[in-house]
């Protein structure tokens, strides 16, 4: 690639950066040496994927204070895990960050970037991130933020993943001459506040040398990329006590609710024309409240939830579900979704039309486990 050398290049961003950065908790204050806590690092970078630095910091502090380093998180109960996470989402991180920790507290750290990559749940932007940012090692950290930089400042109108292998080499020489940890940030936190999507090229430090922008191309560099349509899916969601118990559904091993614990889900059925003939009060049931539904948006789906808590006179069994203590439900690690629910209970119903109450527990008790979303 033809490209201009990339320290003299950068040289002004490095600048702009030591003037105008952000305090962060887990930034350093001298980026000129390794950095003084590399387990903190770990943490932001694993919890910084997908999510924006200003969700990140409240976590990232209870975090510290709850597992101050790998050690201690290594031995973790994993609701204690989850519960920590409850909120931030993709808590598939949280996993991959407690067994890289287990791999820390038993080798150490990885020296290189190799071995960085054989931590569970670190990429390559991950463990170049952490191999820049906490040891100092020219590495170069391409993440969403990074390639959008690069992309308009070389004039990129492909997608610049493509040119992955060629940016890091490309890049080295401005790591080694500016600073891995100083550059690395410096690169993210353009991205992150001027060279946003829609872009503020008067405030940038790179405006004089960007291509983008000299071929008035900054709203289509980078190349956009099209998603793929989300699925849809219309469910209840169903809070059952009994007793002075609640049924759940308790954590999977592996998935999207891995290690969280959800509320019985169904699917929600259209109007049946002989609705009336269903008894709207069903043996055993005590009382009932609902309230008005919600989207739920995740990354490749949405859910249109309707919530619904039953009181029940005595527990039943269900398969694949757990009766759980009342004193126990809040300290449950639970998704955002079924957070909702729960938070709904210390509220009055709205006093929304009847739902088919006995056609639902018949489904829930006749359902194989799998079919429970």
Request: charged content about 25%; proline content about 9%.
């Amino acid at each position: 690639m033809n490209w201009p050398e990339s320290a003299s290049l950068l040289a002004p961003l490095a600048a702009w950066f030591d003037r105008n950065r952000r305090t962060l908790p887990w930034r350093a204050e001298d980026l000129s040496k390794p950095h003084p806590d590399p387990y903190a690092v770990l943490v932001s970078e694993l919890m910084l994927q997908q999510t924006q630095v200003a969700t990140v910091i409240p976590y990232f502090q209870r975090w510290m204070e709850g597992f101050p380093d790998a050690a201690t998180l290594a031995r973790a109960d994993a609701d204690a895990l989850h519960k920590a996470w409850e909120g931030l989402g993709y808590y598939r991180r949280a996993r991959h960050l407690q067994a890289a920790a287990q791999k820390i507290a038993e080798h150490g750290w990885p020296a290189d970037l190799e071995g960085l990559l054989t931590l569970p749940g670190l990429g390559p932007y991950t463990a170049a991130a952490v191999a820049s940012i906490a040891f100092q090692q020219p590495e170069a950290a391409l993440d969403g933020n990074a390639f959008r930089v690069l992309a308009r400042v070389l004039g990129l109108e492909d997608d610049p993943t493509r040119h992955a292998k060629s940016l890091r080499h490309w890049l080295k020489p401005a790591l080694e001459t500016l600073g891995p940890s100083r550059l690395t940030q410096a690169v993210m936190e353009l991205g992150a506040l001027v060279c946003t999507p829609s872009p503020r090229c008067e405030q940038c430090p790179l405006a004089a040398c960007c291509e983008a922008r000299r071929m008035d191309a900054t709203e289509r560099i980078p190349l956009k990329k099209d998603r793929a349509p989300q699925k849809e899916s219309e469910i209840w969601l169903l809070a059952i006590r009994a007793q002075g118990r609640w049924l759940l559904r308790p954590p999977a091993s592996k998935g999207l609710l891995a290690g969280l614990w959800s509320w019985p889900v169904l699917p929600l059925e259209k109007p049946v024309a002989n609705l009336a003939a269903e008894p709207q009060q069903p043996f055993g049931l005590e009382s009932w409240r609902s309230w008005p539904g919600w989207t739920q948006v995740y990354s490749h789906r949405k859910e249109r939830i309707q919530p619904l808590a039953l009181e029940w006179s005595e527990a039943f069994p269900v398969a694949q579900l757990r009766w759980v203590e009342e004193e126990t439900l809040r300290t449950l690690p639970m998704g955002k979704r079924d957070q909702r629910l729960r938070e709904l209970l210390d509220t009055s119903s709205q006093g929304l039309e009847a739902p088919p109450i006995a056609r639902l527990l018949r489904r829930l008790s006749s359902m194989e486990a799998g079919e429970l979303v």
